[in-house]
């Protein structure tokens, strides 16, 4: 059974989670504004794969006799200047959830929650992962600078993605 305070914070986690989704669904908003297809592809499918996310912590918080609370999800941005803005965004943001999956490990172990922190380890791996992966196609919208060229190959570089899955 979960904690009163463990539960609270994996339903803010929940949110955060659902949030991104949003959030990488704006941006794909925003890239299929520009018909940078490439680049739209990648957010639609960012956006399903923090959503898996968001199910994932949703079923283990029902699975550990929790109770699931949805609150509002902030509206997100919707406008930037460019795949570079776009990517910075969403690599600050990934750090952020990075922070706040490290602060829910240390509440499992200040709860000596085990299980919880068995389960949050999946996360972290995730999360290295992702910030890596954004890390790389920053350091490239970097390289390219106003080159359309280099902008339209890391487009078609970015519609190669695969479909999220989440074990």
Same mark, same amino acid.
């Given at each position: 059974?979960?904690?009163?305070?463990?539960?609270?914070?994996?339903?803010?986690?929940?949110?955060?989670?659902?949030?991104?989704?949003?959030?990488?669904?704006?941006?794909?908003?925003?890239?299929?504004?520009?018909?940078?297809?490439?680049?739209?592809?990648?957010?639609?499918?960012?956006?399903?794969?923090?959503?898996?996310?968001?199910?994932?912590?949703?079923?283990?918080?029902?699975?550990?006799?929790?109770?699931?609370?949805?609150?509002?999800?902030?509206?997100?941005?919707?406008?930037?200047?460019?795949?570079?803005?776009?990517?910075?965004?969403?690599?600050?943001? &990934?750090?952020? *959830?990075? =922070?706040?999956?490290?602060? !829910?490990?240390?509440? $499992?172990? #200040?709860?000596?929650?085990?299980? /919880?922190?068995?389960?949050?380890?999946?996360?972290?791996?995730?999360?290295?992962?992702? &910030?890596?992966? *954004?890390? =790389?196609?920053?350091?490239? !919208?970097?390289?390219? $600078?106003? #080159?359309?060229?280099?902008?339209? /190959?890391?487009?078609?570089?970015?519609?190669?993605?695969?479909?999220?899955?989440?074990?």
């Amino acid at each position: 059974m979960l904690s009163v305070k463990m539960a609270a914070a994996l339903n803010d986690q929940v949110i955060a989670e659902l949030y991104s989704s949003y959030f990488y669904l704006s941006m794909n908003s925003y890239f299929e504004s520009v018909s940078l297809d490439g680049f739209a592809y990648w957010m639609r499918m960012q956006a399903q794969e923090e959503m898996l996310h968001g199910m994932k912590i949703y079923d283990y918080i029902h699975e550990r006799g929790g109770k699931v609370n949805l609150t509002a999800i902030e509206q997100p941005p919707a406008k930037w200047d460019s795949a570079l803005e776009v990517f910075k965004d969403v690599l600050a943001h &990934e750090q952020k *959830v990075t =922070a706040l999956i490290n602060d !829910l490990i240390n509440l $499992a172990i #200040d709860e000596r929650d085990h299980a /919880a922190n068995a389960f949050l380890q999946w996360f972290v791996t995730e999360q290295v992962e992702e &910030e890596a992966n *954004v890390g =790389a196609v920053v350091d490239k !919208l970097k390289m390219i $600078a106003s #080159d359309t060229a280099g902008l339209f /190959a890391i487009d078609q570089e970015m519609a190669k993605r695969l479909p999220p899955t989440v074990e």
